[in-house]
Nanobody, 123 residues
Framework: QVQLVESGGGLVQPGGSLRLSCAASVSISSINAMDWYRQAPGKERELVATITSSDTANYADSVKGRFTVSRDNAGNKVYLQMNTLKVEDTAVYYC?????????????????WGQGTQVTVSS
């Protein structure tokens, strides 16, 4: 059974930093894209950052230059370094990946999510 477990959230003042970790129960070396999403109260879940198996990273405009995503394939972990945090970064942060499985003439998609870790930026 696939499990993703996030950790590293907490309360931090504006301008501070946090490092989130996501530990996978399966090997991530063959997973093309690992993602971090976040969901603030009353808002839809949004994609924050993606890192591919070739270590190409993409970010939401709102976090570019402040957040850095990385992956450790040997340790089956993904990280999100968050610097210069803002109040609007407050949200539950989720680790995610999608697995595409060929089946007959179709491609079945399976989405895997962690339980989330709360990040609160407040003075």
């Amino acid at each position: 059974q696939v499990q993703l477990v996030e950790s590293g959230g907490g309360l931090v003042q504006p301008g501070g930093s946090l490092r989130l970790s996501c530990a996978a129960s399966v090997s991530i070396s063959s997973i093309n894209a690992m993602d971090w999403y976040r969901q603030a109260p009353g808002k839809e879940r949004e994609l924050v950052a993606t890192i591919t198996s070739s270590d190409t990273a993409n970010y939401a405009d709102s976090v570019k230059g402040r957040f850095t995503v990385s992956r450790d394939n040997a340790g089956n972990k993904v990280y999100l370094q968050m610097n210069t945090l803002k109040v609007e970064d407050t949200a539950v942060y989720y680790c995610h990946f999608r697995k595409n499985v060929p089946y007959l003439t179709k491609i079945l998609q399976y989405d895997y999510w962690g339980q989330g870790t709360q990040v609160t930026v407040s003075s």
